[in-house]
């Protein structure tokens, strides 16, 4: 390892604590592990008050029982049986400041919670249509929220650009109806950073509509998987029972044999280009009708 001027490794699984620790004393290297990853990720794209205390939460629900840190050269620096070393009383200390602050953020992301659902209360009684955007990280999810509201969200081709949930508005023959982008989903989510980001996706819970946006130049291996990965979640969020409607994305990418045999497997499903504005029309059409 040492040889390859590595500095970490990376693991596409969870890893137990121990197994963790275990890896790095034995090749003297940092090692992340699946969650860990996705949760550096997140903590690059929190841009709101509420994203970053997400991650925060996250970060310190994965790191509590992975503590040992600078201290662990006096963990066994007792005087005698029964009695505590220096480095396990600041471990202990550690842990205790670090439980505080997790009681804290959860207590804070409750109170932003009843905001959001005094501002859902208002939609709903104005009975506003709500559609969720829902699909795989990187399928355009942002882009046709761009393309359908004109809002300027920013839009990065990278995992999990969007982190926070985004809301906006367009009109079609005189009606309003309000689309909201969720955090892209992945293979094998963490269960517990579903839990974490419960507040996140529940944006999805109180939708009328949900649209699964398809990447359509995908082969139909990869479009399976990643539809059967974001089946799982909304299925886990408790969003399994929600109106769905399949939209595929990206069509600019697709030759017209590619496109006929899309229209075969998805006989229902809209045909759209966030990026050339191909289709919007009538996937506004086909949401008006359904309400």
Known sequence: FARLG????IVDDELEPAQQRYLEDALQARVVDRTQLILDIFAQHAVSAEGKLQVELAQ???NLPRM????????????????????????ESDRRTAR???????????????????????????????????GYTNVGKSTLLNALTGAEVSVEDQLFHTLDPTTRGF?????????????????????????????TL?????????????????????????????????????????????VLNKIDRVDPLGRRRLSNRFPDAPHVSALTGEGLEQLQAQLARRF
Do not use: C
Not at 106 to 132: D, F, G, H, I
Not at 171 to 187: A, P, S
């Open 6 to 9: 590595a500095e970490s490794l």
């Open 100 to 134: 505080r602050r997790i009681t804290l953020l959860r207590r804070r992301l409750k109170e932003l919670e009843k905001q959001r659902a005094t501002r859902r209360r208002e939609r709903k009684r104005n009975e506003t249509p709500t559609v969720a955007l829902a």
């Open 202 to 246: 529940e944006e999805t819970l109180v939708a009328d509509v949900v649209l699964h946006v398809v990447d359509a130049s995908a082969s139909d291996d990869e479009q399976d998987r990643q539809r059967d990965a974001v089946g799982d979640v909304l299925h886990e969020i408790g969003a399994g029972d929600l109106p769905v409607v399949i």
């Open 60 to 62: 310190l629900e994965y």
């Open 171 to 199: 009109d079609f023959e005189g009606r309003r109806y309000l689309l909201t982008d969720t955090v892209g989903f992945i293979r094998r989510l963490p269960h517990h950073l579903v839990e974490g980001f419960a507040s």
């Open 68 to 91: 040992r840190g600078m201290w662990q050269h006096l963990e066994r620096l007792g005087g005698g049986v029964g009695t505590r070393g220096p480095g396990e009383s600041q471990l």
